[in-house]
């Protein structure tokens, strides 16, 4: 409900103990560092190589990546893998180890497979370059020139054969069909050598393409091989390659159990780069290091329990922020609100001395989601398969949030989908309390008080802030003023009692006298009567709630027309059950996808655009701890 509160922290310590210091706060994961003034403090910095790290993580990550081909698990396995453990004691003995040749070994089968790969794209081009000329009957080196005469191999367009042939009638020329498309024509072209202008620029102007063999398929040939005799020679070469790309495949499959052993590796490099790289904002001199950063509150008695062995040689201070600092942002919420942190967080994080506004939404974004989806049996599907993956897959961080997240939604679901939609398009009567599809202005009715009550919500947690920062006529006179206005007027459109009229008025006039701020009394007058205008804003935001019925309706309608399909198709003889079935499972599992898409997304720009606008104000930094990270591993004290 809160942001948790933080603090700044210095430390100093002596420089034995700089790698000791820093895996210590490593395994904590506590401090936010931040780069230490040196030039202020007068200190110096020790730059740190990480090049040679990240090199070697580059080729940690490619040899991963290569190898995760021959890796053979099926989706339940991935999906329910449980991350390798280290412990401190095995991340020294695996910065020990020399992984260098296994590198060079995976790295080395790549290449050659690739090398091999090439080679039999190359035969390949060849051989489909050679099938157009199989039907030429000579050695391959009989097709030269003589001393009179120039021999040619071509393509041209059969349309400017035909002419070819009537324009060259007269001249030394000869030519010899090989091959005929329905497009194409092969040819094997003979003219005289004193012609030789003249037919190429003949040959020109009908399109002729000439074809030459290339140094491969010529020695292939040897000295009486034909077009045939090439491409069998090819076809064999191709065959031992591809025998040879079965025994590298082989290797490959025997080098998947080192993948682990890789995984490992490169995530302990994965945190000694970033070890190396935080350790260039300590500042130091000849005998000490000195260290600055963020720290929450609660996490102080932590830090020293941490450094307590090392006490006579570390010295911490601590501190609240400055009036000029801009801390990091740390979301602390109960753990019923803990998974709403999401969508705070894809707004972005609140300003330093603002509201968190994660449980204020939480219980809107909970009827939204519900009341869009309208539907239980898809709810339960949600929440049970949620729950299963975080029980049995033990997932962590923000994917283990967001599954939280998605269990509470489909027990949201089940709820309102029971009371106003049904049971996989089935509604049980006697527990609703509102039929959207029979009665869909009573559900548009409940979808604008629910928009008023949260637009009206988030003007009365403006009045809160604003108070907090200490703007009390801001805070009483207009934010007060719409908190009476807005209700009032509703109250007396309904009713039609003058108490209401009054209180919109003594509303409106708080507005108008005090929202403007200019000291013109003229100018503060019509500055503040302008502002009334805003109303209409007001307006806007509560009918765009509408779209619950939308949502809600669309989900309902789309689960019906699926049951009346399967009903359709259970009248088709004997396959009927397989069709309806089939329609049951797809239909249902696709309205289901669309529907809770739709219900997040759209509940979602609800909280960002009609909710958060009122009083929200984003823009602080996340925390981000100097920690373990991990992509394969779990690490472990």
């Known amino acids: 409900m809160s942001v948790a509160d933080i603090q700044k922290v210095h430390i100093v310590a002596h420089s034995g103990l700089k790698k000791t210091f820093i895996n210590s706060l490593q395994e904590e994961g506590l401090l936010q560092i931040e780069k230490a003034d040196f030039e202020t403090l007068g200190l110096s910095t020790h730059f740190t190589e990480v090049t040679t790290v990240e090199h070697q993580l580059h080729r940690l990550s490619h040899a991963l990546d290569y190898l995760s081909r021959w890796e053979k698990k099926g989706l339940t396995e991935k999906l329910f893998a449980q991350k390798p453990q280290i412990s401190s004691q095995e991340r020294e003995e695996i910065l020990r180890q020399d992984f260098v040749p296994l590198l060079d070994q995976v790295e080395n089968l790549e290449k050659e497979k690739n090398d091999i790969d090439s080679h039999i794209r190359f035969l390949e081009k060849e051989e489909e370059f050679l099938r157009s000329l199989q039907s030429l009957e000579l050695p391959i080196k009989s097709v030269a020139d003589t001393d009179t005469t120039e021999v040619v191999v071509g393509v041209m367009p059969l349309a400017s054969f035909k002419e070819l042939s009537t324009e060259m009638g007269n001249e030394a020329f000869w030519s010899h069909i090989i091959s005929q498309g329905k497009r194409n024509v092969h040819l094997l072209l003979i003219y005289l050598k004193s012609q030789r202008e003249h037919c190429r620029q003949i040959l020109k102007d009908k399109n002729f393409n000439p074809l030459y063999f290339t140094d491969t398929m010529m020695e292939k040939?040897?000295?009486?091989?034909?077009?045939?005799?090439?491409?069998?020679?090819?076809?064999?070469?191709?065959?031992?390659?591809?025998?040879?790309?079965?025994?590298?495949?082989?290797?490959?499959?025997?080098?998947?159990?080192?993948?682990?052993?890789?995984?490992?590796?490169?995530?302990?490099?994965?945190?000694?780069?970033?070890?190396?790289?935080?350790?260039?904002?300590?500042?130091?001199?000849?005998?000490?290091?000195?260290?600055?950063?963020?720290?929450?509150?609660?996490?102080?008695?932590?830090?020293?329990?941490?450094?307590?062995?090392?006490?006579?040689?570390?010295?911490?201070?601590?501190?609240?922020?400055?009036?000029?600092?801009?801390?990091?942002?740390?979301?602390?919420?109960?753990?019923?609100?803990?998974?709403?942190?999401?969508?705070?967080?894809?707004?972005?994080?609140?300003?330093?001395?603002?509201?968190?506004?994660?449980?204020?939404?939480?219980?809107?974004?909970?009827?939204?989601?519900?009341?869009?989806?309208?539907?239980?049996?898809y709810g339960l599907l949600v929440a049970l398969l949620s729950f299963l993956y975080l029980k049995f897959a033990k997932p962590r961080g923000g994917l283990r949030q967001f599954l939280t997240l998605m269990v509470i939604l489909g027990v949201a679901t089940v709820i309102l989908g029971t009371l106003v939609g049904g049971w996989f398009g089935f509604p049980i009567r006697k527990l609703m309390i509102l039929d959207p599809l029979k009665d869909p202005v009573s559900f548009l009715i409940l979808s604008l008080v629910l928009g008023f009550i949260q637009v009206w919500f988030g003007t009365f947690l403006n009045m809160l802030s604003e108070i907090k920062s200490k703007d009390y006529l801001q805070a009483i006179f207009v934010q007060g003023g719409w908190l009476i206005l807005l209700p009032s007027l509703v109250l007396y459109a309904l009713m039609k009692q003058s108490v209401w009229g009054i209180l919109a008025l003594v509303g409106a006039a708080g507005i108008v006298f005090f929202a403007a701020p200019s000291r013109n009394p003229l100018a503060r007058f019509f500055g503040g009567l302008y502002s009334l205008y805003d109303i209409s804003r007001y307006l806007a935001d509560v009918l765009s709630y509408s779209r619950l019925l939308a949502l809600g309706l669309a989900t309902s309608v789309i689960a019906m027309v699926v049951n009346t399909l399967c009903q359709t198709a259970l009248g088709i003889p004997w396959v009927g059950w397989l069709f309806a079935a089939l329609i049951f499972v797809g239909g249902h599992l696709f309205n289901l996808g669309i529907s809770f898409l739709g219900g997040f997304v759209h509940s979602m720009r609800l909280q960002f655009v009609e909710f958060f606008s009122k009083f929200y104000k984003s823009g602080g930094k996340p925390f981000k701890p100097f920690a373990f990270e991990s992509k394969y591993v779990e690490f472990i004290q």
């Open 221 to 377: 040939a040897g000295d009486q091989g034909e077009v045939t005799d090439v491409i069998q020679a090819l076809s064999e070469e191709k065959a031992l390659k591809e025998r040879k790309l079965v025994l590298l495949e082989n290797k490959g499959k025997e080098l998947v159990p080192s993948r682990e052993q890789l995984m490992r590796i490169h995530d302990v490099l994965l945190n000694e780069r970033e070890k190396r790289l935080t350790s260039r904002n300590l500042g130091e001199t000849t005998r000490t290091i000195f260290l600055e950063g963020w720290i929450k509150t609660m996490d102080i008695s932590r830090l020293e329990a941490k450094l307590m062995p090392y006490s006579d040689l570390v010295q911490c201070y601590f501190r609240p922020p400055l009036p000029e600092e801009d801390p990091p942002i740390i979301l602390e919420n109960p753990k019923i609100g803990k998974p709403f942190e999401i969508i705070t967080k894809l707004y972005g994080l609140p300003q330093r001395g603002t509201l968190d506004p994660t449980l204020y939404l939480a219980p809107f974004f909970f009827l939204f989601v519900g009341l869009t989806v309208s539907e239980a049996g």
